[in-house]
């Protein structure tokens, strides 16, 4: 398989997902916009929870037309807040709608490691 390019998009992913993946076998994606505080606690407790399963992490604004462009052209329109559980190269395992505490979050990482 060819190693995907870092630097443009993968799997028709954003760069900094193509990235996480190609570190991490298990990449939690949150989805956020950074005008809800809501949204910023939910990106928040995501990290935390990554950390803790010793998953990637990355936060892709809605706002930021090269993070979101690819994810709606591959996924169509998706609730904000949302996680997406990948796992290596581009698989999506999980999607939660909304918010998720950290817990949730390791729960997710270790079923998706598990499939």
Do not use: N
């Not at 809501?38 to 010793?54: I, L, M």
Request: a positive charge; charged letters at 25%; glycine letters at 6%.
């Amino acid at each position: 398989m060819k190693t995907p390019s870092i630097r443009g998009t993968a799997f028709g992913l954003p760069a900094p997902l193509a990235v996480e993946l190609h570190k991490h076998k298990i990449v939690v994606a949150a989805v956020y916009s950074p005008r809800s505080a809501s949204d910023r606690a939910t990106v928040a407790a995501s990290r935390t929870g990554a950390r803790k399963a010793h998953s990637g992490f990355v936060a892709l604004d809605v706002t930021d037309r090269r993070r979101a462009a690819p994810l709606a052209a591959r996924f169509g329109a998706l609730p904000v807040p949302s996680l997406l559980i990948f796992r290596r190269p581009d698989e999506v395992v999980l999607r939660l709608d909304g918010g998720a505490d950290a817990d949730t979050v390791v729960q997710a990482v270790r079923d998706a490691s598990s499939r």
